[in-house]
């Protein structure tokens, strides 16, 4: 039997990779793991709710960006959705399995053989391309149903969509179809989060005429969509029935111009253990390639975390030890690396290590992570790997 740790009272389910153990969790029982506050992720959906007015679909694709597809799922429900938003079917069907039973939107392409899969489980698809849809709706009568569908107008992201010029044709056509149903229309925009550009305004105007030319044919869609977190923000007239929130939710800004507002809770944290801890004599080599060497005697701690977890292989990283910003040095291996502790004599063998979020006075946030690698908080998220045991707090 596992004892429970007490500072954290983390009594609940411990996810690795597609394993569920339950039984309380000793975080000293793990390398490094996720923490994953579901709490957070109720808080910041019932502030979104309140400011659009409107329901929210929460975008749990891409194992709800890494924070976990089931649990992350399943505390929206209680917390009151009514739509989930996958990018795959696979990540729908994993839901339905999981006995989530909310209406789910595939956002991507599904293959057409999926299509007897979504009619018996109840899933909507993203349809923008008539021989595709065709072939959706030979599906669906043959599974002897029909597929709910969501039309996608690319109102000038430049990627999925019907042009809004072919958008009430193609309307009309997929309305004549015996085995689809048509539940909603929806865009989405390219630079939401850009509000210096006109961008969201024009697609936003060209998504209403597509909107106005539906009405004057007497066409009037059960649900209109558009927002992402950014969208949510900064447009409010994009809102129309139905906000798709993804990296807003788990409490994370969509980029440096679209700060969050107050309340907002980032749901995650990323912790290792110090697993080793040694002094090593001037000149020593440290990790492949001798990418450093220690200069005079030094503290050289390793952490139980690599690349295969989605730590960057790069220089420069930095992680907290007792509340303490520290260097890793050397290069990153596949499962640990490197830290300089001669600015924290006090840390000792199997500390815990943050790499993202709060220790003592000082943090390190999934934005900082991205700008130090180049990239963006979603991908940070999104590259944390399966592996990685996830620890939820209610
Ligand atoms: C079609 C669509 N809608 C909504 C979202 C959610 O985006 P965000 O995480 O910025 O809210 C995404 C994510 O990429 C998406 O592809």
Redesign the pocket.
């Known amino acids: 039997m596992l004892t429970i740790y007490h500072l954290r009272s983390c009594g609940g389910a411990l996810i690795l990779g597609r394993m569920e153990i339950q039984r309380p969790i000793d975080i000293d029982a793990c390398s490094t793991w996720l923490e994953i506050d579901l709490g957070a992720i109720k808080n910041n959906l019932n502030l979104l709710t309140k400011l659009t007015g409107r329901p929210v ?1 929460p ?1 749990v ?1 891409a194992n709800a ?1 890494g924070h976990g597809l089931i649990e992350v799922s399943k505390a929206a429900v209680e917390a009151g959705v009514g739509w989930l ?1 996958v ?1 795959r079917i696979e990540e729908a069907l994993a839901l339905r399995a999981a006995g989530v039973a909310c209406k789910i939107l595939v ?2 392409y599904t293959p057409p053989k999926q299509v007897g899969a979504a009619v018996q489980e109840g899933i909507s698809l993203t349809v923008y391309d008539k021989t595709v849809a065709q072939s959706y709706a030979d599906e669906a009568a043959q599974a002897g149903g029909s597929v709910s569908v969501h039309v ?1 107008v690319d109102s000038g992201m430049g990627r999925l969509g019907v042009f809004p010029r072919d958008a009430v044709d193609f309307v009309r056509w997929l309305k004549g179809q015996r085995g689809l149903d048509v539940e909603a229309i ?1 865009t ?1 925009f390219a630079r ?2 850009e509000t210096k550009y006109a961008t969201t305004d024009e697609q936003i105007e060209r998504f209403d005429g597509v909107l106005k030319e539906l009405e004057k044919e007497g066409i009037k869609p059960r649900l209109v969509h558009a ?6 923000l900064n447009y409010p007239a994009g809102r129309y029935d139905l906000a ?7 409490g994370l800004q ?1 980029s440096p111009d679209s700060p969050l507002p107050e309340g907002f809770i980032p749901a995650l944290s990323w912790n290792t253990h110090l697993v080793s801890l040694k002094m090593l004599p001037p000149g020593h080599g440290v990790s492949y390639n001798f990418q450093y060497f220690t200069q005079k005697n030094e503290r050289i701690g390793a952490i139980a975390i690599g690349y295969a977890d989605g730590f960057r292989r790069r220089a420069g990283n930095i992680v907290l030890v007792r509340g303490k910003r520290v260097p890793v040095v050397g290069a990153v291996c596949m499962d640990q690396c490197m830290v300089q502790l001669d600015d924290v004599p006090e840390a000792r063998l199997q500390d815990e290590v943050v790499l993202i979020g709060r220790q003592g006075d000082e943090m390190i946030s999934a934005d900082e992570l991205a700008k130090d690698w180049g990239t963006i908080n ?1 991908e940070v998220l999104c590259g944390l790997a399966d592996r990685v045991p996830r620890i939820y707090f209610k």
């Not at 798709?244 to 788990?250: A, E, Q, S």
């Open positions: 679909m975008v694709k960006y938003g990018a956002l991507g996608k929806f989405h939401a989060d927002v992402n977190s950014a969208g949510t798709r929130c993804g990296i807003v939710m788990y969509p979603y």
